[in-house]
């Protein structure tokens, strides 16, 4: 029933969209101002990094600026190929629509929303940004909202590859980059004692980061403290989160860990990086701290179940994803009456994975 009420809605969303229908423009000759605009979650902003430098080999002398969730607007502190990063104060519509009046003053020459899902946060702020140029995926009814509408590429490819076809209109057919964090030079002394603050030896530790946005993607809590018990001997694992992670931190402290691991709270997004820059490995589900490991060029194992395994992947070879491939799965569901795509992972699966990636 609620897929046929999303499908009715996406048919409704799509005529009314179609009343703003604008007469295509063309691409400006000079292109000086570039806004980029993604307002989703962690994981897919850093998966989209990867798209920065093309853009910027494209247009090498533009202004690149690019808007985020105000929750992110530290994740990409210090990238080399964005100038300036803006946010609004939140992202439900009535601050959007003011957020439009400042881009507008902005006077941008080309916009590229760079969201690939069902809202139309992004595209209409996108629509509505004064920018001359408007380049955006055609999915779930919003090709009207664009001078440039690209094909869904759907989810045979990776998430970086359909990210590129964002490009297409540009025509750039060159290298695809891999979705990249940078620290800039002034932080070092920050991330130098946040490390010895908590006393942690380089390359010396495995992370754990046991939460993820939706119940359905978390690893069973009891698999975890199997897995750190029976390779205690030989690593040492930090289990981490954010404060939001609370209840999933407290689960795995009722099991008995302290001796075999140490348990860290990060307060910022950016403490997790140094974090988990410092470390051998990182574990942990299909989330945000996933994406930033990859991106941080950390080896990596984690269980991707309910969610397409290949599309969300960390991006390179230094990873591990398990995936049992049940006939269920990719259901993406919030919340799953019986789990069996995680469930039914066993610690054995996750060990010889470890093992795997640290023996290379």
């Known amino acids: 029933m609620k897929q046929i009420l ?12 179609s009343i703003f229908l604008r007469k295509k423009r063309k691409m400006p000759l000079v292109i000086r101002k570039i806004l980029l605009i993604r307002f989703d979650r962690l994981g897919d902003l850093v998966l989209s990094t990867s798209i920065f430098p093309a853009l910027r080999e494209i247009y090498p002398h533009a202004e690149i600026h690019i808007a985020i969730s105000p929750a992110l607007k530290n994740v990409l502190t210090g990238n080399q190929h964005i100038d300036r990063v803006i946010y609004p ?29 069902r809202s139309a946060k992004s595209s209409l702020t996108a629509s509505f940004s004064g920018a001359k140029y408007l380049i955006g995926f055609d999915s779930y009814g919003k090709s ?28 750039y057919n060159n290298n695809i980059y891999a979705p990249e964090l940078e620290f800039y030079p ?12 908590n006393e942690l030896l380089k390359k010396d530790y495995i992370v754990i980061h046991p939460g993820a946005f939706y119940p359905s993607q978390r690893f ?22 954010s404060p ?13 860990l302290e001796k075999s691991c140490k348990f860290i709270t990060t307060k910022s997004i950016r403490e997790l990086m140094y974090l988990i820059s410092e470390s051998k490995l ?47 799965a990719p259901c993406d569901l919030a919340v799953c ?16 994975a470890i093992k795997k990636l640290l023996k290379n």
Not at 186 to 197: A, C, R
Request: hydrophobic share 35%; proline share 6%.
């Open 186 to 197: 002034g932080e070092l002394n920050k991330k130098t004692k946040f490390i010895k603050k």
């Open 337 to 352: 009456s019986h789990h069996s795509c995680l469930k039914n992972i066993t610690p054995e699966q996750v060990i010889t």
């Open 6 to 17: 999303i499908k009715i809605f996406l048919i409704l969303r799509t005529i009314l969209f």
């Open 89 to 117: 104060e939140n992202t439900s519509w009535k601050n959007l629509w003011k957020f439009t009046d400042f881009l507008k003053h902005e006077k941008y020459d080309l916009c590229i929303d760079l969201a690939l899902s």
């Open 220 to 241: 069973p809590h009891d698999k975890i403290a199997k897995i750190i018990n029976r390779l205690s001997r030989e690593e040492n694992f930090i289990i981490c989160g």
């Open 282 to 328: 990182y574990f942990g589900n299909n989330s945000g701290p996933l994406h930033l490991a990859g991106a941080l060029k950390i080896k990596t194992v984690s269980t991707l179940g309910p969610t397409r395994p290949y599309f969300f992947s960390p991006f390179g070879n230094n990873n591990e994803v398990i995936n049992l491939k049940l006939p269920c």
């Open 244 to 256: 939001a992670d609370s209840d999933e931190i407290n689960e795995l402290k009722k099991m008995n």
């Open 144 to 171: 009207s909202l664009f001078d440039s509408p690209v094909k869904d590429p759907g989810f045979d490819i990776h998430f970086t590859e359909a990210i590129y076809h964002l490009l297409k209109p540009l025509d």
